[in-house]
């Protein structure tokens, strides 16, 4: 009968291969045990990727719904304010307003007449007003500032206001320059069309859509320009006119503050659903993540078992490994 032998430089190699093999094995295990999920993705789902692909492609269309509703959300909170801000800029107009119609001081017409020019200046900077790189009140022109500046409308309006005679004329005029297509909207809105409704989830839009041109924005300019050219040089009537035009400049502004508290009420709608929206987002997410750790999933009672046998037949090779460094010729022919 023919013995076969190793030799001791590949026994050697053999208990190296073993060993490195194990400790291969060991590390793995523990990395699966430790991180929670399986190294060989492929392994634990026997090559079938379609349903790890169907719940990834989920998850990821619902956080781009997601990020959408966030920027939704950051964009009507700073429109929400700019709006409060107008509105109550105007409202706090109105009062000196009406006090400067009921009186013969014509100093209190000039201050009126000066607080609306300084108002209207601060009120077309709030509608330029840009949240993260996008002009909020410019529609779909996300570059572009909403409106022209103060010089530029009342200019225009000036124009307009040539040979008017009573307070009632100049009114009736500064209003239809505001709603003509070729006066405001040609002149002074800088902007493009209208947004689109925004996605926020598979099945929600929200309504975004404000604009500086806006009836709302517009009803509140038609008392704010009337009440700055009060005391105008260009506007030639007398001055019991001027006083009337001061009234009905505060009552346009009562017009417009209604108009902008409801705008802001639509836009609270919006505001709630793109709310709701991310709440269920945010569910919607959860469930996602929680299938795709399902699919990948490490089991902690299969990897003790394994991580027993590992560590036993370390052990073991460890074991030989010992005995054969220290065999001599004469424990070999014992």
């Known amino acids: 009968m023919t013995l076969v032998s190793l030799g001791d430089l590949a026994q050697s190699f053999l208990l190296k291969s073993q060993t490195a093999r194990l400790k291969g094995e060991l590390g793995r295990l523990t990395n699966e045990f430790s991180a929670g999920r399986v190294s060989d993705v492929g392994a634990a ?9 169907s719940v990834s492609r989920a998850r990821s269309v619902t956080e781009g719904y997601q990020s959408a509703a966030r920027e939704a959300a950051t964009q009507a909170a700073t429109m929400q304010t700019a709006i409060a801000s107008i509105a109550g800029s105007i409202q706090a107009l109105t009062a000196p307003l009406l006090t400067a119609s009921q009186t013969t001081n014509p100093d209190h017409l000039a201050l009126a007449s ?6 209207l200046d601060t009120i077309l900077a709030t509608m330029n007003v840009a949240a993260g790189g996008r002009s909020l009140f410019a529609g779909q022109a996300v570059h572009a500032p909403a409106v022209a500046d103060s010089d ?7 124009s307009t206001l040539v040979g008017a005679q009573t307070a009632q004329e100049m009114m009736d005029r500064i209003s239809a320059w505001f709603d003509d297509p070729a006066g405001y909207r040609d002149i002074a809105y800088l902007g493009g069309a209208s947004l689109e409704h925004i996605a926020v989830s598979p099945t929600d839009q929200v309504w975004m859509a404000v604009t500086a041109e806006d009836p709302a924005f517009r009803a509140a300019f038609k008392g704010l320009t009337a009440a700055a050219l009060i005391e105008d040089s ?12 001061a009234r009905l400049s505060a009552e346009a502004l009562f017009a417009g503050h209604d108009a902008l508290i409801n705008l802001s009420g639509r836009l609270g709608i919006s505001e709630g659903r793109i709310d709701a929206a991310q709440s269920r987002n945010a569910i919607d997410l959860l469930i996602h993540e929680m299938a795709q750790a399902d699919l990948v999933r490490s089991d902690p009672e299969r990897i003790a078992i394994e991580l027993e046998a590992v560590q036993t037949n370390l052990e073991a090779v460890y074991a030989i490994t010992a005995r054969l460094s220290r065999m001599s010729l004469t424990d070999f022919l014992r």
């Open 45 to 53: 789902l026997t090559g079938d990727f379609a349903r790890l692909s």
């Open 114 to 119: 000066m607080d609306a020019r300084g108002r």
């Open 152 to 158: 530029t409308i009342l200019t225009a309006l000036r």
């Open 234 to 245: 260009s506007t030639l009537i007398p001055a019991t006119e001027t006083r009337t035009l």
